[in-house]
């Protein structure tokens, strides 16, 4: 039962992790104004008191403290040498305390220099606390200076000879002098010395990492994942080093299964992970061989089998997976989302009122679901039924008034089917002052503002940034370009170019490459490009099953 318990709380980190770009999950303006509320209500408080007295540097203490929780560390960095200057000198605690939370601050801005100085005075008033002298060490190691770092941890490591985190830090410090032989003897030892502690094995991972040995730091991460009851490090190390060592990853997490081919774990962190580049063939047969093989039962194995068939346009499969996922949790309401797009586009021709049907069912329990009604107001556009389609729209924005998709598509209501320039223009712009992200979709938003030259640049932007080996950002870039489409500027040829980049680093969703029309982002305008279908064709492995 534990086994099943810890495979449960992977399934619900990796569906944070991995979501796609719709389903991510996002604080809604409510969520953000009540947390907005109580930290005014904190921060309110405090203020008062240092109004009434601003000597009192208890409080002002505390205040550096929620400064720093709030992310605004040079008022935190102000009110904590405040503190320190109004200290009498016999309150040597708080003036420990208050260097440590100055050295905090000075870490989490990289202003490592005067880091060091807070924590010089931190150990002189206490040379014996090891959290400081740990401070010191990996600062120290941070700014190059290796002899002060492996000082440190020596230092440690007398008081504590089994801190593995030393030991970590020491083999941290032998790599970078090219002694690997001594930087594996201290990691290894704290592997052998605590077999059970999952920190260990993901210590050891990045240091393999750094010696460029990928395939053993993946190895490292799964074992981890092993042995650990809390597997959340562990998971968040593996999948973000799989957006640079991809292949690494995928291979020890088959040799995993090969060697335990009874565990579903391993298949289904492997689906999970192929999922999140875009490599659904991939993904769909790691998801088979847990249906197949009666490895694990649980709702959202069906569910990602049926994404992977959506993706891949094998809408039969999909549909029965989905219902299964349906039938096991019917609460889930982005399962009702992917089952009306199932429907959409299964059998010859395309059936609006089904889908509609099934999203009217989801709403009628969770009436301001975002995915359910984007999904239902893109229904209701390809009807023509333009008015419901805002009505939508707009109750969406109102509890999520940020979310770029629908920002957008309002505004493409608004511009292309209902004559409102100026209802368009505000949404357009509003997506087109978000930060240059790819979720943001702002290229888009700047091609409708007319700013073609800086949507151009936000595509290379995301391009140049973008990390994932599946070619996700080069699709959107594609879509963007070709969308653009001046002949004058080569638009046409660079989305082609973007393209094909996207295929040769995987990009699987057959449905994204041949099918989907929606209003943003889509291929229609790409598919006349002569040279189109061909490169799809060279390309037909990425839509296929396989290890």
């Not at 978000?434 to 800086?454: I, P, Q, T, Y």
């Amino acid at each position: 039962m534990m086994r099943n318990f810890n495979l449960i709380k992977c399934v619900v980190l990796l569906m944070l992790l991995v979501a796609p770009v719709a389903l991510k999950a996002q604080m809604t303006d409510d969520d953000i104004r009540v947390r907005n509320r109580i930290n005014e209500a904190v921060m309110g408080v405090y203020n008062s008191a240092l109004d009434k007295d601003p000597s009192d540097y208890n409080t002002r203490f505390a205040r550096a403290n929620q400064l720093y929780y709030n992310g605004e560390y040079d008022k935190a960095i102000d009110d904590a040498k405040m503190v320190i200057a109004a200290i009498p000198n016999k309150e040597k605690e708080l003036r420990y305390d208050s260097y440590m939370l100055l050295a905090t601050l000075y870490d989490a801005k990289e202003d490592y220099q005067n880091e060091i100085e807070a924590l010089r005075q931190a150990i002189a008033l206490n040379p014996n606390s090891l959290p400081c002298i740990d401070m010191m060490a990996k600062v120290s190691y941070k700014v190059g200076d290796l002899a002060a770092s492996e000082h440190n941890y020596n230092i440690i490591l007398r008081d504590n000879p089994l801190s593995y985190d030393a030991m970590y830090g020491l083999a941290q410090i032998e790599v970078q002098r090219n002694n690997y032989e001594k930087a594996a003897e201290y990691v290894d030892r704290a592997v052998s010395l605590f077999t059970a502690e999952p920190q260990v094995y993901i210590n050891r991972s990045n240091v393999l990492m750094m010696m460029q040995q990928y395939e053993p730091a993946a190895q490292d991460l799964i074992s981890a994942l092993s042995v650990g009851s809390d597997s959340s490090d562990a998971l968040n190390a593996l999948v973000q080093m799989s957006d640079t060592h991809y292949d690494a990853v995928m291979d020890a997490l088959a040799n995993s299964y090969d060697k335990a081919p009874r565990v579903g774990t391993f298949y289904y962190v492997r689906a999970i992970i192929a999922m999140r580049h875009q490599h659904y063939g991939q993904a769909l047969r790691d998801l088979k061989s847990i249906m197949f093989n009666n490895l694990y039962d649980y709702h959202s194995i069906y569910y990602y089998a049926a994404q992977c068939q959506r993706e891949l346009t094998q809408w039969d499969d999909a549909l029965n997976n989905i219902n299964k996922a349906i039938a096991m949790a019917p609460d889930e309401m982005d399962y009702y989302a992917l089952k009306s797009d199932i429907i959409q586009y299964r059998g010859r021709g395309a059936n609006y009122d089904a889908a509609i049907g099934v999203l009217n069912e989801a709403l009628a329990k969770s009436s301001s679901n975002v995915s359910l009604l984007m999904a239902k107001a893109r229904i209701l556009l390809k009807q023509h039924k333009d008015n419901d389609a805002l009505a939508c729209l707009n109750t969406l924005l109102a509890n999520n008034s940020s979310n770029a998709e629908a920002l957008l598509l309002r505004g493409w209501v608004n511009k292309y089917r209902l004559n409102n320039e100026t209802m368009a223009l505000a949404d357009f712009e509003k997506v087109g002052s978000f930060n240059n992200d790819l979720n943001n979709l702002k290229g888009f938003a700047l091609h409708e503002l007319g700013r073609d030259e800086d949507a151009r640049k936000w595509a290379k932007e995301i391009v140049q940034k973008g990390v994932l080996p599946g070619g996700e950002m080069y699709y959107y870039a594609a879509a963007l370009l070709s969308d653009i489409g001046d002949e004058n500027n080569g638009d046409n040829r660079q989305a082609m170019e973007y393209l094909r980049s996207a295929l040769a680093n995987g990009y699987g969703s057959l449905y994204e490459i041949n099918i989907n029309e929606d209003p943003y982002v889509n291929l229609k305008l790409l598919r006349r490009n002569a040279e189109f279908k061909s490169t799809i064709e060279q390309n037909q492995t990425n839509f296929q099953e396989r290890r």
